[in-house]
């Protein structure tokens, strides 16, 4: 049964009422999945859909009706997390949460530094000049914080979703050891609900300004930057590739909207599709469609040895996929960016942006370091470098 959420301070309902230590959550504005302990759980390393299908199977003769949380890497030959609670807690989005105090940062160390990030960024832009087979790379970095005492997990997720209503809040437990991966996309992978398809992909970014008419005016320029244009409709295109031989029916728009964060400004385009096969299920297609050219590149294999070659860090679930999916198929992933890695008072943030002929270094840093923001301002850092 479900169960109402738990006021918070001043009469608030909170994200994640009673959230304890090995619990997880996906919170969209559907609704907030609280799984409440581990029924089952499995680290997989390839075939995932298989061993999804098999750990819902085991726990329907428990369960009424369960339900998978998932969080797959970058890497798909690394493992993923797939867990079905022990109990589900599902609330409504709440309104209103309280704003509570956070550790201070004692340490930053940027991985690669900002210059360094830079040179990748000229680099890639070489190998797009020097292989024209090789359309767009997504070069990523880190911000590794040393706090002075380990984050209040349920205070993060609260501030997490108060500041991104729209978007897709997540906090999955990766280890014994208390180790969380922790973030809120505002991009939707897939959401499946019968044989009814949901794809919003979002490409191309520009900052938000305080003032409602510069504003405007960037989301504007934004629609109208032929780079981001060109790097938008790269993942348009693969996404119809990939599910277009999957539907009977697919509507792709010829021109992206504007979709926006508490930060920035994005390109996004809604498709939808009606699928051939009622049998294929959300993480099926989640599986389909990751990674797309917004995480990763195009083509994806020229793109990964290229990403593997310029970046100096392992992404582990940074630019992967974290949702839910239940025994009929339906379900609902997002992109796992706009997240950080926190392990008892160390956190680790991770950003990327789209490289394509045309962009600018400098532009390319800076847009990293706007969508580290929405870690850092979940955190109270809104001045923080």
């Known amino acids: 049964m479900p169960t109402r959420a738990i006021p918070g301070r001043n009469g608030a309902s909170t994200a994640a009422p009673g959230f304890l230590p090995g619990d997880s959550l996906f919170a ?68 209103d949460l309280p704003i509570a105090s956070m550790p201070a940062i004692l340490r930053t160390r940027e991985h690669p530094t900002g210059a360094r990030y830079e040179e990748g960024v000229r ?45 897709y809040t997540y906090a999955m437990p990766l280890d014994a050891d208390g180790a969380y991966f922790v973030g809120a996309s505002p991009e939707l992978l897939v959401r499946r609900r019968g044989r009814q398809v949901y794809v919003h992909p979002l490409a191309g ?25 060109r790097e938008h409709a790269v993942v348009v295109e693969a996404i119809d590739a990939a599910l277009r031989p999957l539907c009977r029916a697919l509507d792709v728009p010829a021109r992206p909207g504007l979709t926006s964060t508490a930060r920035l400004w994005h390109l996004g385009t809604p498709i939808t599709g009606e699928l051939a096969d009622p049998d294929i299920s959300a993480l099926d297609l989640a599986i389909a ?18 990403i593997a070659d310029i970046e100096p860090f392992e992404r582990g679930y940074f630019a992967g996929a974290v949702g839910w999916c239940d025994a009929r198929g339906d379900g609902v992933w997002s992109v796992a960016i706009r997240c950080a890695r926190m392990a008892g008072s160390a956190m680790t943030l991770y950003a990327g942006a789209g490289i394509v002929p045309g962009s600018v270094p400098e532009q390319e840093r800076v847009e990293t370091g706007n969508k580290l923001r929405t870690i850092l301002d979940a955190l109270g850092l809104e001045t923080a470098p």
């Open 28 to 95: 969209s504005q559907g609704g907030i999945f609280h799984g409440r302990g581990c029924l089952l759980h499995a680290q997989p390393r390839g075939d995932v859909g298989r061993h999804a299908a098999g750990l819902l199977a085991e726990a329907a003769a428990t369960q009424a009706a369960p339900v998978l949380l998932g969080l797959l890497p970058y890497d798909p030959a690394q493992p993923a997390q797939l867990r079905v609670p022990e109990k589900w807690i599902r609330t409504q989005a709440p309104q």
């Open 123 to 167: 680099e890639a832009l070489a190998r797009l000049d020097a292989e024209p087979a090789l359309r767009k790379l997504v070069l990523a970095r880190t911000l590794q914080l040393d706090l002075s005492r380990a984050v209040d997990l349920p205070r993060l997720i609260d501030r997490l979703w108060q500041r991104n209503p729209h978007g």
């Open 205 to 229: 970014t520009a900052a938000r300004h305080p003032d409602a008419e510069a504003d405007a005016r960037n989301g504007q320029a934004l629609l109208e930057s032929p780079k981001d244009l």
């Open 289 to 306: 469609l990751h990674p797309t050219p917004a995480v990763c590149g195009l083509p994806a294999a020229d793109a990964r040895r290229a």
